[in-house]
């Protein structure tokens, strides 16, 4: 019986968690193109010394393949929850009747409802280190501040948050959470700077964008000293943090002999996806994976970045970022508001555009109005009994989609998917869709 | 450092889960009070029979000290987490200045976010052997409404709740993850049963309370032979269940070397503070405690009622229960609304009462406005960075007060106490005390 029951829920033990974050980059089979300035304007390149810590320069930049994590970090890191289990669906297989073997990954249990207390942890940890007071970002759903708020408050930060309105106004809920955790939040587009005063003032109730808050963040930490900007997705650093996603979960599969065929997450950005994926495609790219692995990134038809062109784009509205070479729809699109509106971005990030370029990455997206999106979420409650945030709906209904086609062509693939966050503070949306009265 | 990252979160393997409940009665020195028939009216106790299923009356009555887990409950405790970690509350112990050592058991890391699943996956998993098709029950939070949906949706079971009209009316983001988890809900008193129509037709927007929820649970079971009821705190074989959180603990407090001097929780009818305490009651009724121990359950002034008078009463508003010897306030009294709900009950377990009587239970009772109460969870969630359900705020409330008296004392006490629940959707809650604008 001993043996059954771990493989329901599989996890190593604290002191096992991984010492080092991995660094794709140095695996690649040519460099990244790397940032640039524009034709004309101000140097965005000079501009990155003074929004973001040196660390996470560092690492945004690092060759070496391993990147060792700082003890207080890993103390934070435990104290967050990690190293998070890996559950195997077997109820949700058996309602779906395929042999495929599906396993999923916990963020959602992390203290403010997602995978994004990993990066904002080390970010703080840094900032508090180089002697910053403040830090500034931006958030779509709104997991992303909260993170945030939740990391500068564990290492004594003031932190001040920039929210896309859309998701502002219905979630008066999660606003109050960033606030118990100490931030300062503004709807966005907001008066308090320059990028948002003149969208605010034609039209206050505009519903923003991430490409909006973030040139607000950047902002208000470039006229602040002791100030420092903090992205929650997109940059490699970011990416690199989320590494300790993918890193746990590789010693949770080999624990039970296990290795996945498919690897599945949703795409915003890319910072789940890539946290889940990167140790993996690492495997690929230095020839050690044990199987030829489909990697899937779900993905809402509102902003379908994967399926824009590979090209030098901006990562904000207001141009305040240097160009990055990304699958990209372009940063001045409006997109259709979602719920899970973490995925409305313009751009995937650049490691995850340099692999989707290399013809690794397959995409998959969901029509606007997410009702088959919800209506996975909604059996994936049922039988596995976790409710997901509106995001990892995404990822729940491409591991399903999946698991129907191993039906069909009666293959016991092995399934790997992230469910990145919790819909506690997202049931309003799960009403909205599925008309629950 | 490996030894210092494992003192933060301590966790056993899977596979220590423990397997037996622990039935704290065979070591009690002289027999609990039985159950009995009020002197006039139609037998409760016959009726016992007609309600719950044989297995948890057997449980109720059980004379062994410990009692096997069924290896499908062990898979589903499994399934939805356990064993949940427990954490050092360092940076809460820093902001206190106190030299006590605080430990907190993670029971909000459940899939409906409270301790209430464990006795709902047992009773659910039982109901589906005997054959039954439908269970019912009262909520009063919530907390086990949401539990009792979650496992009857596991075992695939149809679920009808009653749920106290206070805290149905300002939850509609909790009465929607019951209906996403396939339950029918219906505001108490309702219309649909002989005990509450009468109240309802006086008074539609009569509050409600645990009492009369209860009685509508029992009434609908009774009406219906593939129906059984469900209760989700007060009775034997719910404490008995509970004892999971408190075994886990032991053993995970074993890992590290450590023993408490004092345990704490809040208590409404007694399941989350039972479940934690009761196997240390039992060290301390066998002569094997290492320590002596001071149990302190943290309650409200709204519904006190380990200060109430130790007496035969009934367990519900309409009578349906037989008398159990409790300390209680009185079955038809009215409490004040509070944001912890779970908390507003007339009556403490039979076993608690019990343990009282003997003087083993010490208690302390907190403002109606909750302000102190909500103001402690929030100095837990800058230093802890967990939300705390407004119940578990009661036990945070107490653990920071014996953390204060050990600064003044200059002790280094070892605290236990649990987060029974999360607060995530309880957020209005902590808007409305603590004025969050």
Request: charged share 25%.
């Amino acid at each position: 019986m001993a043996k059954e029951l771990s493989k329901r829920q599989i996890n190593i033990p604290v002191d096992d968690i991984p010492r080092q974050f991995y660094n794709i980059t140095a695996d690649f089979p040519d460099p990244m193109p790397a940032p640039k300035d524009p034709e004309s304007g101000p140097s965005r390149l000079a501009n990155l010394g003074k929004i973001f810590t040196s660390a996470c320069l560092g690492h945004e930049m690092a060759q070496e393949r391993f990147i060792d994590i700082p003890d207080e970090v890993l103390e934070l890191f435990i104290k967050s929850g990690r190293p998070r289990p890996l559950f195997r669906a077997y109820e949700l297989e058996k309602e779906l009747g395929t042999p495929a073997k599906l396993y999923y990954k916990s963020e959602f249990y992390s203290p403010t409802g997602s995978h994004k207390v990993n990066t904002a942890i080390v970010q703080a940890y840094f900032a508090k280190q180089e002697g910053f007071t403040t830090m500034t970002t931006e958030t779509g759903a709104g997991q992303w501040g909260t993170a945030l708020a939740y990391a500068c408050s564990l290492v004594g930060l003031k932190c001040k948050v920039f929210w896309v309105r859309a998701a502002y106004n219905w979630k008066p809920d999660r606003l109050a959470m960033m606030k118990l955790l100490g931030a300062e939040v503004h709807a966005s587009p907001s008066p308090q700077t320059d990028a948002g005063r003149e969208i605010y003032l034609k039209d206050p109730e505009h519903p923003g964008s991430l490409a909006i808050a973030i040139s607000e963040g950047i902002e208000t930490a470039l006229k602040d000293e002791k100030a420092v900007y903090s992205l929650g997705s997109v940059l490699n650093h970011v990416l690199l943090h989320q590494t300790i996603i993918g890193l746990e979960t590789k010693k949770q599969l080999a624990l039970i002999g296990e290795y996945p065929d498919t690897i599945i997450s949703c795409l915003g950005g890319g910072s789940n996806f890539g946290g889940l994926s990167i140790p993996f495609f690492g495997d690929v790219l230095r020839g050690e994976a044990e199987k030829e692995i489909k990697f899937i990134a779900a993905q809402s038809q509102s902003a379908p970045n994967l399926q824009g062109e590979y090209k030098y784009d901006f990562g904000d509205y207001a141009e305040t970022t240097p160009l990055l070479k990304m699958f990209s729809l372009g940063h001045k699109s409006k997109f259709p508001p979602i719920k899970g509106d973490g995925l409305r971005y313009h751009a995937s990030a650049p490691i995850i555009s340099y692999l989707r370029n290399k013809g690794m990455v397959d995409t998959i997206a969901y029509p606007v109005n997410e009702k088959e999106v919800f209506e996975a979420a909604a059996v994936f409650v049922r039988t596995e009994g976790f409710l997901p945030a509106p995001e990892s709906a995404y990822s729940v209904k491409a591991a399903i989609d999946e698991a129907l086609k191993c039906k069909k062509n009666r293959e016991d693939k092995t399934i790997l998917f992230n469910i990145s966050g919790h819909g506690f503070l997202d049931l309003a949306g799960y009403k909205d869709v599925l008309k629950i009265a």
